[in-house]
């Protein structure tokens, strides 16, 4: 039985070479043997230092490559769909960065084109699969912290310039649908539910359109998830979780480091540190097992569009704003 499943990246992405491609090269289960980029030459220094054998100067070029099983879509927010769509008509399995598209109309296309096709399709929140995030469900789940009330979480980093692909309205830009996500996908890991109202604030960039700070309450039925997420503000990220005896605090909670142990505060209980792993050697393992085992990816479809739906809410809901001097 094969045992690795070989991987197509689609473009020289800044994620991809930098931390997906290198922590998958390390994979049990998963290699990268070929990359399509328009830019060969800016392109072909890094296949050589990431070991990556087949460069391709086309898109359409690497999903005809009949030596590709996977392909690893980390193209900006609006090629998601179009491109994600391509691989599995071209019979390839497709693992696509968040966020899954645009909309959750574009999501539903995407799951009636993975039917439709046979292939296996799928998200890529490597951090709901780090053991750090496993570990703070357990906890939780065990009723360790009593009945679970409340999620907090800030997620921020600085970034004004123009040409930068998460500053382009047009692409998807914007702190909620790049970074803000993370929140939306990992209160609803904990929580176990979908959330039943959204009450939210966006401030837009006026030069941009995109929203440079946006904040939002997901009420769910047993509790409340409360984020801010910004890329105009000091980088920083962490996570608190409350219940009515104790808390879960994940101090780096979604860039997780791969070279260190990851340590979460539990109270009652101390300090708790997890192995050293990549979580993106793990993203790239368990889906590649789902193909050879043809068993569940770990990020569905269907989990994709319920992120979506509430992403479209947080934005709708900012438009019902009250303004206090009117009452």
Not at 87 to 100: D, F, N, Q, R, Y
Not at 103 to 125: H, N, P, Y
Not at 219 to 243: A, K, W
């Amino acid at each position: 039985m094969k045992q690795k499943i070989r991987w197509g990246v689609l473009g020289n992405a800044k994620i991809a070479r930098e931390k997906v491609i290198p922590a998958m090269q390390k994979g049990s289960n998963s290699v990268v043997v070929a990359m399509a980029s328009r830019d060969v030459a800016k392109a072909k220094p890094v296949c050589d230092a990431l070991g990556i054998g087949t460069l391709h100067a086309s898109y359409e070029a690497l999903l005809s490559d009949s030596n590709v099983d996977a392909i690893y879509n980390p193209l900006p927010n609006d090629l998601h769909v179009p491109w994600s769509i391509r691989a599995a008509e071209a019979g390839k399995h497709v693992l696509c960065e968040k966020p899954i598209g645009l909309s959750s109309g574009e999501a539903r296309e995407l799951i009636m084109v993975r039917d439709r096709t046979g292939v296996k399709m799928g998200e890529a929140f490597m951090a709901r699969t780090h053991p750090q995030w496993l570990r703070a469900k357990e906890i939780v789940d065990s009723g360790a912290i009593g009945d679970l009330r409340l999620m907090t979480c800030v997620f921020s980093y600085f970034n004004k310039d123009a040409a930068n692909i998460r500053n382009k309205m047009s692409a998807g830009g914007g702190a909620l649908m790049d970074i803000g996500c993370y929140p939306v996908t990992l209160s609803r890991m904990i929580f176990g539910c979908e959330p039943v109202r959204v009450t939210s604030s966006v401030e837009r960039d006026p030069e941009f359109g995109t929203d440079r700070l946006t904040s939002a309450i997901l009420d769910y039925p047993q509790g409340q998830c409360v984020f801010s997420c910004s890329t105009q503000l000091n980088p920083y990220q962490r996570v608190l979780i409350f219940g009515t005896k104790g808390r879960v605090e994940i101090e780096i909670p979604f860039n997780a480091l791969p070279d260190r142990p990851m340590r979460i505060i539990v109270e009652p209980g101390g300090i708790e540190e997890l192995p050293v792993c990549d979580q993106y050697t793990i993203q790239g393992d368990l889906f590649s097992r789902a193909i050879l085992e043809d068993g569940p990816v770990p990020v569905s479809l269907e989990d994709a569009l319920g992120n979506m739906l509430v992403i479209e809410a947080v934005f709708k809901e900012n438009h019902g704003t009250v303004h206090l001097e009117s009452l």
